[in-house]
């Protein structure tokens, strides 16, 4: 295992595997920003098994872990080899896709003794013109304000499953503008963290605090939301799929749920 020295590197190993023309199989998809974050760090590493390369997360505890491979047999066959040379590690690997891409998938991580975490849906909202009155209560976070947002991330999210930004990530965000804040008597009463391109808007991190609850914090945080995507044309996040009160609430402000889902296996813990 060998740290990343770069999205360069990371382009350039993933396509060695493609160029194989055996197949190729992934849930690994680049984002310059955040995994420029991750080497920057020193926590993104790389190994090469057979025909499969492993993209390493390191994390306090556990590692998430990406793979790009040619076919599902060859990735179950590097997974063992992988998981025999790292057997004090306890590895988190997201399955991405349509029901019926991810069931293989899912069951070959457990018959190599992974169990499912959670799993979660892609739900969307194509984007309709609604009338938007400004809350002052509502503004975009300042850089510096963020790091309250990554010890609330910390404090009621689950780390394993939900992949928490570094605080280097969340700056980015801020930066952007793509982080919004609602404050109620002084203090953080929810935040939003979010992602845009010129037709998508994705909503990352949706978190009101259990102080406030009742108070409207989250629809407030919404509605601003969806004016900062008014242009672009949909609105999609991932939510659990056991969760059915949060699912019946989104499906209010028009939500519905996709054939994509995202089914998190990790192994024994160590």
């Known amino acids: 295992?060998?740290?990343?020295?770069?999205?360069?590197?990371?382009?350039?190993?993933?396509?060695?595997?493609?160029?194989?023309?055996?197949?190729?199989?992934?849930?690994?998809?680049?984002d310059a920003d955040k995994h420029g974050v991750w080497i920057a760090k020193g926590d993104c590493f790389v190994e090469n098994v057979g025909n499969t390369l492993f993209i390493i997360k390191q994390n306090v505890g556990f590692w998430n872990v990406f793979y790009?491979?040619?076919?599902?047999?060859?990735?179950?066959?590097?997974l063992q080899q992988?998981?025999?040379?790292?057997?004090?590690?306890?590895?988190?690997?997201?399955?991405?896709?349509?029901?019926?891409?991810?069931?293989?998938v899912v069951e070959m991580f457990r018959q190599n003794g992974f169990t499912e975490a959670t799993s979660l849906v892609r739900m969307t909202r194509m984007t309709e013109p609604m009338e938007y009155v400004p809350e002052k209560s509502v503004r975009k976070a300042k850089k510096l304000e963020v790091a309250?947002?990554?010890?609330?991330?910390?404090?009621?999210?689950?780390?394993?499953?939900?992949?928490?930004?570094?605080?280097e990530?969340?700056?980015?965000?801020?930066?952007?503008?793509?982080?919004?804040?609602c404050e109620e008597e002084g203090k953080t009463a929810g935040f939003l963290i979010y992602e845009q391109n010129a037709t998508t808007l994705?909503?990352?991190?949706?978190?009101?605090?259990?102080?406030?609850?009742?108070?409207k914090v989250g629809s407030r945080l919404l509605r601003r939301f969806f004016e900062e995507g008014k242009t672009t044309k949909r609105q999609l996040f991932w939510v659990?799929?056991?969760?059915?009160?949060?699912?019946?609430?989104?499906r209010?402000?028009?939500?519905?749920?996709?054939?994509?889902?995202?089914?998190?296996?990790?192994?024994?813990?160590?």
């Open 1 to 30: 295992m060998q740290p990343a020295t770069s999205i360069e590197q990371l382009q350039t190993l993933s396509a060695d595997i493609r160029a194989k023309r055996q197949g190729f199989l992934t849930n690994f998809y680049l």
């Open 82 to 104: 992988f998981a025999s040379r790292h057997a004090d590690k306890t590895f988190v690997f997201d399955v991405v896709g349509r029901e019926v891409q991810c069931q293989p």
């Open 169 to 181: 990530e969340l700056e980015n965000y801020a930066d952007q503008g793509h982080v919004l804040v």
């Open 148 to 167: 309250e947002i990554y010890t609330l991330l910390h404090q009621y999210f689950d780390e394993k499953t939900e992949q928490i930004p570094y605080l």
């Open 68 to 78: 790009c491979s040619t076919t599902l047999e060859q990735l179950s066959a590097d």
């Open 202 to 215: 994705y909503l990352r991190y949706w978190f009101t605090h259990p102080d406030f609850r009742d108070k």
């Open 240 to 250: 659990i799929r056991t969760n059915e009160n949060a699912i019946k609430r989104y």
């Open 252 to 270: 209010h402000y028009g939500f519905v749920e996709e054939n994509m889902l995202d089914y998190v296996m990790v192994s024994a813990d160590k």
